[in-house]
Every structure is written in structure tokens, then in C-alpha cells.
């Protein structure tokens, strides 16, 4: 059986290194400079028998690639509305008993004005349908947060962005995401990781799409018997709707006075956790995915050792990343590339997240130590880390 990867990042690459280190022909459409080493890059999805399709990003998914097709890992398009429409999903939530935040829906201006009287600061106001990870509002003034919020739904906020809004209750407490992989209402949860949102060390500078994460952390038992439970409504849910769902289901979850709330689903893995997941033990997950693509009884997976996941970017990112530099130094170590391509035989810096610089090891001490020394290697303008990633990791 061949494996095709559709996408270019880091967590594509992650995801076919893992098969192709067991063995099988591995495919990306259209992949990068670096996952060309763990495979092939072709440009578009053979039309052949015998393949099996693995989506990386929810633009695929909510766009149909499963739909109608057996051989895909990933729901169908009816699926994905977990992610691709938060108003469905709360709506779905609500429906189920799946504890989340109380909401409202506002389709107007005027209508989101009455919303945000209905909650008190901060305000919590979050855009229908996807929007890269940007389509969250919190403010703690109320006209910021109307203007804000009138400027989403009237599509003048966010490119591409545009309609109704969902306004919700804030909720403090501790964030974790869970990720696993599911078939019909049989599912197995990943280890936990941690991702470090923030563009610079402690925790300072605009949200990005991760600048690194760790792993294995400790999840306290009642909390995982909660996030299971929360897996097995959901699952249970979608199948009493008619909806079949086969694939990775993230769920980003608030911790509040010992209980778990869901915040939102995502129906892919998540980025830079995927990297971690795979090298805590790149078997057991080609593994489980291929018990759940074929409706088997999943194996959990079980941590064979620490994993730390250390991004390079570029300078400016997430908001404006410098392009076009040449890679003059590739990483010395073990790195999944990311926003990469090649002109003229050379690395061309071609996304604001660049390399994934991988650490393995017994103790998270030495996973941080060859992640670092990874991270240190790469030479080109522009290039940054943060140099706080793993130092509290949970035994």
C-alpha cells in the first residue's frame, strides 16, 4: 500500500517520515525540499488503487477530499463542520450534554451589541468559519470588542473572513489539548504534549502556530477519564446524526475547578504536536492509524521516550515573515523542514515557520540538550527561536 501525504509543513513531513521509516512508499502532494529525503513529491493524488490518502491541514478536509472516498483518513466534509463552523459545533455540543462554554449566535451587528450585554468581560467573540487560527476575539473592553466583532461579521477584519459570529462565556482555568485517533466510535488517545504559542520566551509576543512543543506530559486521571468521556459523546454524537467519522480528532479543552470544557475541535493533528507524537514513538502511530483507517481495535500509544520539537522561524513572523533568504546552514541533527523550497539547487526560506528541530531522549533534559543543538546549527538571515522550550516539563 502506498501512503500519500497531502501537504507541505512540518507536520506532513512528521507524518510520512513515520511510514517511510517502516517501509512504505511514501508520497506528498506537494511537499518540500525535505520530505523529498523521506519519500516523493508528486503533484497531485495518483488516481490509482491500493493508496491510502492522509490529509494534513483542515482545508482539504472541510473541503470534500474525503468525501465519497473510502481510501482517505479523514471525515467527510459533514465531519469537519467540528472545525469548519463553530456554530455548528457548539450547536452540536449543545445537543450531545458536551460541556462548553454557554453562547449565543449573532448574525449582525446589533445582534452581537445584545450578545456581548449577556456576558461580562473579558468578551469572548469567535469567527464561524476558519480563519488560520486567527479568528478568536478577547477583549475586556466592550466597544472594542463591538467594533471588533461588527468588523468580523461584516468581513472587513480578517481577509476571507466574513459572517455570523459565535459570542461565548470566557472561561478561566488551565488550557490542554488532547488529540487521538478515531474510527466510528472507537477511538485512543495520543500522549499529552504541550505547545508554546507565543513568538518569544516567556511567553511574551503574538500567538503564532507554535513555536514548539514536548512530551510526554502527566495528565492527572480524572481528567483523562473526562477528556475520554468528552471523546465518547462526541464520537457517539456524530454517529447518532449519521455522520461517520474516521480520522485524527484534536480537541482543545479549559480546565476549570477540576472540570474539562471543550473550546473547540479540530479534525486534524495539530502543529507542532504532531512532530512530538511521532518521534515518541513513530511505530505505534503508523500503527494506530492504520487499525483505525481499517476498523480495527486501536492500540493506544505508549511513549518510548521524551520528545522536544523546537521551531526556527523566520524574523517577523507570524505577522509578516521575511522570505526569499538562503538557508546557508541546514540543521545538524534531526529536523522535519517546514517553509522551505528550492531555486537553483539552493534552500530558499519560503514560510514563516522553517524547521522543526527534533531532541529525543530518556530524560527531558537530554531531549531539550540535541533539540537546542539542532536549533543552534541553522543559519540563515532572520532566523529565530525561542530558547525556552521543555523547561518545565512534567515527569
Same mark, same amino acid.
Given at each position: 500500500?502506498?501512503?500519500?501525504?497531502?501537504?507541505?509543513?512540518?507536520?506532513?513531513?512528521?507524518?510520512?517520515?513515520?511510514?517511510?521509516?517502516?517501509?512504505?512508499?511514501?508520497?506528498?502532494?506537494?511537499?518540500?525540499?525535505?520530505?523529498?529525503?523521506?519519500?516523493?513529491?508528486?503533484?497531485?493524488?495518483?488516481?490509482?488503487?491500493?493508496?491510502?490518502?492522509?490529509?494534513?491541514?483542515?482545508?482539504?478536509?472541510?473541503?470534500?477530499?474525503?468525501?465519497?472516498?473510502?481510501?482517505?483518513?479523514?471525515?467527510?466534509?459533514?465531519?469537519?463542520?467540528?472545525?469548519?463552523?463553530?456554530?455548528?459545533?457548539?450547536?452540536?455540543?449543545?445537543?450531545?450534554?458536551?460541556?462548553?462554554?454557554?453562547?449565543?449566535?449573532?448574525?449582525?451587528?446589533?445582534?452581537?451589541?445584545?450578545?456581548?450585554?449577556?456576558?461580562?468581560?473579558?468578551?469572548?467573540?469567535?469567527?464561524?468559519?476558519?480563519?488560520?487560527?486567527?479568528?478568536?476575539?478577547?477583549?475586556?473592553?466592550?466597544?472594542?470588542?463591538?467594533?471588533?466583532?461588527?468588523?468580523?461579521?461584516?468581513?472587513? =477584519? =480578517?481577509?476571507?473572513?466574513?459572517?455570523?459570529?459565535?459570542?461565548?462565556?470566557?472561561?478561566?482555568?488551565?488550557?490542554?489539548?488532547?488529540?487521538?485517533?478515531?474510527?466510528?466510535?472507537?477511538?485512543?488517545?495520543?500522549?499529552?504534549?504541550?505547545?508554546?504559542?507565543?513568538?518569544?520566551?516567556?511567553?511574551?509576543?503574538?500567538?503564532?502556530?507554535?513555536?514548539?512543543?514536548?512530551?510526554?506530559?502527566?495528565?492527572?486521571?480524572?481528567?483523562?477519564?473526562?477528556?475520554?468521556?468528552?471523546?465518547?459523546?462526541?464520537?457517539?454524537? $456524530?454517529?447518532?446524526?449519521?455522520?461517520?467519522?474516521?480520522?485524527?480528532?484534536?480537541?482543545?479543552?479549559?480546565?476549570?475547578?477540576?472540570?474539562?470544557?471543550?473550546?473547540?475541535?479540530?479534525?486534524?493533528?495539530?502543529?507542532?504536536?504532531?512532530?512530538?507524537?511521532?518521534?515518541?514513538?513513530?511505530?505505534?502511530?503508523?500503527?494506530?492509524?492504520?487499525?483505525?483507517?481499517?476498523?480495527?481495535?486501536?492500540?493506544?500509544?505508549?511513549?518510548?521516550?521524551?520528545?522536544?520539537?523546537?521551531?526556527?522561524?523566520?524574523?517577523?513572523?507570524? =505577522?509578516?515573515?521575511?522570505?526569499?533568504?538562503?538557508?546557508?546552514?541546514?540543521?545538524?541533527?534531526?529536523?522535519?523542514?517546514?517553509?522551505?523550497?528550492?531555486?537553483?539547487?539552493?534552500?530558499?526560506?519560503?514560510?514563516?515557520?522553517?524547521?522543526?528541530?527534533?531532541?529525543?531522549?530518556?530524560?527531558?533534559?537530554?531531549?531539550?540538550?540535541?533539540?537546542?543543538?539542532?536549533?543552534?546549527?541553522?543559519?540563515?538571515?532572520?532566523?529565530?527561536?525561542?530558547?525556552?522550550?521543555?523547561? $518545565?516539563?512534567?515527569?
Amino acid at each position: 500500500m502506498k501512503i500519500v501525504i497531502v501537504g507541505s509543513g512540518g507536520r506532513e513531513h512528521a507524518m510520512g517520515w513515520a511510514f517511510y521509516r517502516e517501509g512504505y512508499d511514501v508520497y506528498y502532494v506537494p511537499g518540500n525540499p525535505g520530505t523529498a529525503r523521506h519519500g516523493t513529491n508528486i503533484a497531485e493524488i495518483p488516481d490509482e488503487e491500493d493508496i491510502l490518502v492522509i490529509p494534513g491541514s483542515e482545508t482539504y478536509i472541510a473541503g470534500g477530499i474525503a468525501d465519497g472516498k473510502d481510501n482517505v483518513f479523514a471525515p467527510d466534509s459533514r465531519g469537519a463542520r467540528l472545525e469548519s463552523s463553530k456554530i455548528w459545533a457548539k450547536e452540536f455540543m449543545k445537543r450531545h450534554g458536551i460541556p462548553t462554554a454557554p453562547f449565543i449566535v449573532a448574525n449582525t451587528p446589533n445582534e452581537l451589541k445584545t450578545a456581548l450585554k449577556s456576558f461580562s468581560p473579558p468578551y469572548v467573540i469567535k469567527a464561524d468559519g476558519l480563519a488560520g487560527g486567527k479568528g478568536v476575539i478577547i477583549e475586556d473592553d466592550f466597544n472594542r470588542a463591538l467594533e471588533k466583532g461588527t468588523m468580523l461579521i461584516e468581513g472587513s =477584519l =480578517l481577509k476571507g473572513v466574513k459572517g455570523p459570529v459565535v459570542v461565548e462565556e470566557y472561561l478561566p482555568g488551565v488550557e490542554l489539548s488532547a488529540m487521538a485517533v478515531a474510527s466510528e466510535e472507537h477511538f485512543a488517545l495520543f500522549p499529552f504534549t504541550r505547545d508554546y504559542k507565543r513568538a518569544y520566551d516567556g511567553g511574551k509576543g503574538p500567538n503564532t502556530g507554535g513555536m514548539g512543543a514536548v512530551g510526554p506530559i502527566n495528565v492527572d486521571k480524572d481528567i483523562v477519564r473526562q477528556i475520554e468521556n468528552i471523546y465518547r459523546l462526541t464520537l457517539d454524537g $456524530l454517529k447518532s446524526e449519521g455522520i461517520s467519522y474516521k480520522g485524527f480528532l484534536y480537541i482543545g479543552l479549559m480546565i476549570k475547578d477540576g472540570k474539562v470544557y471543550v473550546l473547540e475541535y479540530n479534525v486534524r493533528m495539530g502543529d507542532p504536536e504532531t512532530e512530538v507524537i511521532v518521534m515518541m514513538n513513530p511505530s505505534g502511530f503508523v500503527r494506530s492509524v492504520l487499525s483505525a483507517y481499517r476498523g480495527e481495535s486501536i492500540q493506544p500509544i505508549v511513549p518510548k521516550c521524551f520528545a522536544i520539537d523546537v521551531v526556527v522561524a523566520s524574523e517577523g513572523y507570524p =505577522l509578516s515573515p521575511c522570505k526569499g533568504q538562503v538557508i546557508e546552514k541546514e540543521p545538524t541533527g534531526f529536523a522535519f523542514y517546514a517553509g522551505v523550497k528550492e531555486e537553483n539547487g539552493k534552500l530558499i526560506v519560503s514560510g514563516g515557520r522553517v524547521f522543526h528541530c527534533m531532541g529525543t531522549g530518556m530524560t527531558p533534559e537530554e531531549a531539550r540538550t540535541s533539540a537546542y543543538r539542532c536549533a543552534e546549527s541553522v543559519s540563515f538571515s532572520g532566523a529565530f527561536f525561542r530558547r525556552d522550550i521543555g523547561e $518545565l516539563i512534567e515527569r
